[in-house]
T-cell receptor, first 112, second 114 residues
Framework: GDSVTQMEGPVTLSEEAFLTINCTYT??????LFWYVQYPGEGLQLLLK?????DKGSNKGFEATYRKETTSFHLEKGSVQVSDSAVYFC???????????FGAGTILRVKS | DTEVTQTPKHLVMGMTNKKSLKCEQH?????MYWYKQKAKKPPELMFV???????INESVPSRFSPECPNSSLLNLHLHALQPEDSALYLC?????????????FGPGTRLLVL
């Protein structure tokens, strides 16, 4: 079946460090790809998305590019802040049904 | 406005109680979802409603009973729950069921079953 694999955390970085969270997927068709963020005690917020190969999603300094050849959607940010500390979920959704398949989540901790 | 609201924020109930969770959106979305999230885990889909009709039930036990009274409201009725049902219950909505549609999540109801 369809699945998403994320790098295990927690990831601990100092403020202003470069962030990469790896995400790869397995899908039989052409999924849309998402990154959601969950701050402590809150629900999920969409961070960015891409709906076709080579699309780049970006928001709040975060970026991810849909790479069909490597089935990947890695999340990057050039300079993290303490306020970026959260759990990040990579997810996919197939063409119809809109059922989100989530990765396990990666905890990010940013120290000042 | 991309807000999904959920009430209550916290709920404690005994195994013999009946309670309901409520979710509301005013974005004109026609698809609404219930998810269950255990600590340190990703959300798990429970139910999907499309145009007020149940579209997907992910083999959820009958002690959870969803209801969609209109296009803006989604309820989850709880009865005879077990302690292992304690979790964060998230509601979400989207324009429709196309795969590229963004799901907008509410803040969740944190449920504790004693």
């Amino acid at each position: 079946g369809d699945s998403v694999t994320q790098m295990e955390g927690p990831v601990t970085l100092s403020e202003e460090a470069f962030l990469t969270i790896n995400c790869t997927y397995t899908a039989t068709g052409y999924p849309s790809l998402f990154w959601y963020v969950q701050y402590p005690g809150e629900g999920l917020q969409l961070l960015l998305k891409a709906t076709k190969a080579d699309d780049k999603g970006s928001n709040k300094g975060f970026e991810a590019t849909y790479r069909k050849e490597t089935t990947s959607f890695h999340l990057e940010k050039g300079s993290v802040q303490v306020s970026d500390s959260a759990v990040y979920f990579c997810a996919l959704s197939m063409e119809y049904g809109n059922k989100l398949v989530f990765g396990a989540g990666t905890i990010l901790r940013v120290k000042s | 406005d991309t807000e999904v609201t959920q009430t209550p924020k916290h709920l404690v109930m005994g195994m013999t109680n009946k309670k309901s969770l409520k979710c509301e959106q005013h974005m004109g979305h026609r698809a609404m979802y219930w998810y269950k999230q255990k600590a340190k885990k990703p959300p798990e889909l429970m139910f999907v409603y499309s145009y007020e009709k149940l579209s997907i039930n992910e083999s959820v036990p009958s002690r959870f009973s969803p209801e969609c009274p209109n296009s803006s409201l989604l309820n989850l009725h709880l009865h005879a729950l077990q302690p292992e049902d304690s979790a964060l219950y998230l509601c979400a909505s989207s324009q429709g069921l196309a795969g590229a549609e963004t799901q907008y999540f509410g803040p969740g109801t944190r449920l504790l079953v004693l």
